[in-house]
């Protein structure tokens, strides 16, 4: 058996619907896979003695999701009055229009083309609903439109698909680039010096109790990666898929689209730096 204390970040277990923190619900969308992981987190936030929530990333467009996190929330004595999205990638936005029509909520989100309504979301907006008050982090890497939000009262942040519960996230190139992903993860890791952050509560995978140590995580992984890659291309290995299959030979095959993205942002990251 696994002991969680020695995972990245101390993951808390399984990943299942329900409270998480004392401001925030899961509720797990049924969309399993080997990107999503368990599926999406769809996150209800608001304070305890609120009648009023943010639901961050509504997830993909499934009546029944979209329904059970309207369900889950009238269930604690909530009414949905926002909806937040922390990047626009389907499985965690495609449900976002239907989830705004079924609940009468505008939509925000950093790129103009995802939102319902005039509202944006920019770096340090705070949104506040209800007494609840998060803070808009901007964290492009994974995608260039990527967003966390900083719940300071839970000393927890969500971080969509920035840092994830369990295993790596891709760096999707072109749209997301490595430089400004190392950026984003140093802007995460100084939440957990300076702002007691300690949480993350993830777009996929299980809650990481140990904010710090699963960034540092993070940065150390990168590290690895770029020198992987930087000797394959010394030796040879000149395209995206030939590294893939060279430095991800451990990895699920099922994987390597994936991981192509990212080898293609890190050979981008290392011939801008004069390193290959």
């Not at 509560?201 to 890659?229: C, F, K, N, T």
């Amino acid at each position: 058996m696994t002991n969680a204390s020695v995972l990245p970040g101390q993951p808390r277990g399984a990943v299942v619907s329900g409270r998480a923190t004392a401001r925030t619900i899961n509720v797990l969308a049924p969309n399993p896979s080997a990107m999503t992981l368990d599926g999406t987190n769809t996150w209800i936030v608001a304070e305890p003695d609120s009648d009023l929530a943010v639901v961050v990333d509504p997830g993909p467009l499934d009546q029944g999701h979209l329904r059970n996190v309207v369900a889950t929330a009238e269930k604690a004595g909530k009414r949905i009055a926002l909806t937040l999205l922390t990047h626009g990638h389907p499985d965690h936005a495609e449900g976002a229009a239907r989830f705004a029509e079924l609940t009468g909520t505008k939509v925000r989100a950093l790129d103009p083309a995802l939102r319902l309504g005039d509202e944006g979301l920019a770096a340090g907006d705070v949104i506040r609903t209800g007494g609840l008050e998060l803070r808009v982090v901007p964290t492009p890497g994974h995608t260039a439109d990527s967003l966390c939000f900083h719940l300071a009262a839970d000393q927890a942040v969500l971080t969509g698909d920035t840092v994830l519960g369990r295993g790596t996230t891709v760096v999707a190139h072109p749209d997301g680039r490595l430089g400004d992903y190392l950026d984003s993860l140093r802007r995460l890791r100084s939440l957990t010096v300076d702002d007691g952050v300690h949480t993350v509560l993830p777009g996929h995978g299980p809650v990481l109790e140990d904010a710090q140590g699963a960034v540092e995580y993070y940065l150390a992984h990168r590290a690895s990666r770029l020198a992987q890659i930087e000797t394959a291309v010394e030796n040879g290995h000149r395209s995206a898929a030939d590294v893939v299959a060279h430095v991800y030979a451990d990895v699920d095959r099922s994987l390597w689209p994936a991981a192509e993205l990212s080898v293609r942002a890190q050979l981008e990251y290392l011939q801008e730096h004069g390193l290959i």
